[in-house]
């Protein structure tokens, strides 16, 4: 998507983030109390203007070896993510789907009459 912006736009094309990095915390480098693998799906300002720079670098120099290399990482993490069990529990996603009682509750006919104490 960002190459056929580029190839449209050419130098009119400014590359940044998408919104202010002022209330984001600073570096995730400094963080000690996180593990790697909680690290490695989080972005503070620093990573942040990193990943954008590298975008920039990517328009310019696609197949360059940081590139590629840190698209190859990038990938890796979301991968690593979606099948984490540590944020897909199979447990809560089994509450989510309609219970035999429920789907039953929901199936059973209605009333043909109200009841005379209900007022219409």
């Given at each position: 998507?960002l190459q056929h912006a580029h190839e449209r736009l050419g130098e009119r094309l400014w590359v940044a983030p998408s ?102």
């Amino acid at each position: 998507m960002l190459q056929h912006a580029h190839e449209r736009l050419g130098e009119r094309l400014w590359v940044a983030p998408s919104c202010s990095l002022l209330h984001s915390p600073v570096d995730l480098g400094r963080e000690d109390a996180l593990d790697a693998e909680l690290k490695s799906w989080l972005a503070f300002a620093v990573q942040k203007c990193e990943e954008v720079a590298l975008l920039a670098h990517a328009l310019d120099q696609p197949e360059a070896a940081p590139v590629v290399q840190a698209l190859a990482r990038s990938r890796a993490v979301q991968a690593s993510r979606a099948a984490s069990t540590r944020i897909h529990k199979p447990a809560v996603q089994a509450r989510g789907q309609p219970s035999a009682r429920r789907t039953a509750s929901a199936t059973r006919p209605l009333p043909r009459a109200l009841p005379a104490s209900v007022p219409a």
